[in-house]
Every structure is written in structure tokens, then in C-alpha cells.
């Protein structure tokens, strides 16, 4: 069965160091979604791509997080410089079309913990 | 603003059936998600509703009521694998996925 894929699983890093998850969505998925859940809480959207292109930043805080899917393919989500509160689960879903009601399909998830 | 109702918490037998309700005020409607997520790994997708009723897949259901803002789903012979983390989500009239908190289920023998 298809899986979206993620690296690393846990990341430990110290604030203000860079760090950086990746994630292969399903093949054929064209859109790409990245996620941060806090613990006891639902996953909030940072970015979504249409192939290539940035549907939604919105939400993703420009002055440290970074994303990019250069090839439409996999994707990179990076933080630099890392603070205490980034800590949380990173998710990315992949969906087929990303139509309307296309059903996202999650990744194992990065967890983050910042010393 | 947008806001997505779940109980936090709910506990229930092993072998019995429990509801988990889910009231939403969004703007906009276009489909309501349900998830399942166990401690510690990603969510998985059980259930869509966009059309008032009820959807029966196996063991669980989920029921839609748009005039109400209003879901529920159903488990029934709650097995000890279901303690999990149950997330409603809906799809606003921008058709994007507004979250709720989850509802964290513990089954007891």
C-alpha cells in the first residue's frame, strides 16, 4: 500500500540551530501539505503545494520556516533558527488531486523537541 | 471566527458502543472529515460526510446534520485497539480543512 513517506522520525536540536524535515508524498499526489500539531491539539496547516507551486503560506512563519517542493515531487520544511516553542509534531499529507474533497493521507510525522 | 466542538475525553467499555460528537461553526460548508490518530503517530483517515445521514462503514458510522452543524461517529464492539485520538475537520467555504482538538477515547476491559 502507497505511504506517505517522512525523515527524520524524531529530531532533538538545541534553539537557534537549523533544522530540516523531509517528506515524499504519495506517487501521483499532486499536492503536498505540511502540518504542525501540538500535542492535545489539531493539526494546524503551514503550507500547501500544487505540484511545484505554493497554494498556501498563509499560516507558515516566513522569518524562520522555509518550504520548498522544487521538482513537485518531495518536499523540504526547514526552521532556522529553531526556538522552544517549535517544538511539536511536524505532519505532511499528500492527496491526489487536491480537489475539493480529496482525502489528504498523513505521513509518520517529524517529532521536534527544542532544548 | 471558526470553531470545531469535540469532548476531550471520553472512556467507554470494551465491546460496547460509543458516540463521539462534533459541532462546527465555519464559514461555509463543503464536507466534514473524521480521523483517527493513535498516541504518537500521524492521523488516518475513517470517514466523509457531505450529505445529511448516516455512513456505515463497518464497525464505525458517521452521521451529518448540515441545519444543526452537527456530527457524530459511532463505534460499535469497541475493541482496545480503538483507544486512540478521534479528529472531526470540516471544509470550509475557502475548502480549507478547519480542525478540531480531537477527542482523546480510552477503552477499559
Known amino acids: 500500500e502507497a505511504e506517505v513517506a517522512q525523515s527524520p522520525r524524531y529530531k532533538i536540536t538545541e534553539k537557534s540551530q537549523a533544522v530540516a524535515f523531509w517528506c515524499d508524498p504519495i506517487?501521483?499526489?499532486?499536492?503536498l501539505y505540511w502540518y504542525r500539531q501540538i500535542l492535545g491539539q489539531g493539526p494546524e496547516l503551514l503550507v500547501q503545494f500544487q505540484d511545484e507551486s505554493v497554494v498556501d503560506d498563509s499560516q507558515l512563519p516566513k522569518d524562520r520556516f522555509s518550504a520548498e517542493r522544487l521538482k513537485g515531487v518531495d518536499s523540504t520544511l526547514k526552521i532556522q533558527p529553531a526556538e522552544l516553542g517549535d517544538s511539536a509534531m511536524y505532519l505532511c499529507?499528500?492527496?491526489?488531486?487536491?480537489?475539493?474533497?480529496?482525502?489528504?493521507?498523513f505521513g509518520p510525522g517529524t517529532r521536534l523537541t527544542v532544548l | 471566527g471558526q470553531n470545531i466542538d469535540q469532548p476531550t475525553e471520553m472512556t467507554a467499555t470494551e465491546g460496547a458502543i460509543v458516540q463521539i460528537n462534533c459541532t462546527y461553526q465555519?464559514?461555509?460548508?463543503?464536507?466534514l472529515f473524521w480521523y483517527q490518530q493513535h498516541a504518537g503517530e500521524a492521523p488516518t483517515f475513517l470517514s466523509y460526510n457531505v450529505l445529511d445521514g448516516l455512513e456505515e462503514k463497518g464497525r464505525f458510522s458517521s452521521f451529518l446534520s448540515r441545519s444543526k452543524g452537527y456530527s457524530y461517529l459511532l463505534l460499535k464492539e469497541l475493541q482496545m485497539k480503538d483507544s486512540a485520538s478521534y479528529l472531526c475537520a470540516v471544509l470550509d467555504s475557502n475548502y480549507q480543512l478547519i480542525w478540531g482538538a480531537g477527542t482523546k477515547l480510552i477503552i477499559k476491559p
Open positions: 465555519t464559514s461555509g460548508f463543503n464536507g
Open positions: 499529507a499528500s492527496s491526489f488531486t487536491g480537489g475539493h474533497t480529496d482525502t489528504q493521507y
Open positions: 506517487s501521483g499526489h499532486a499536492t
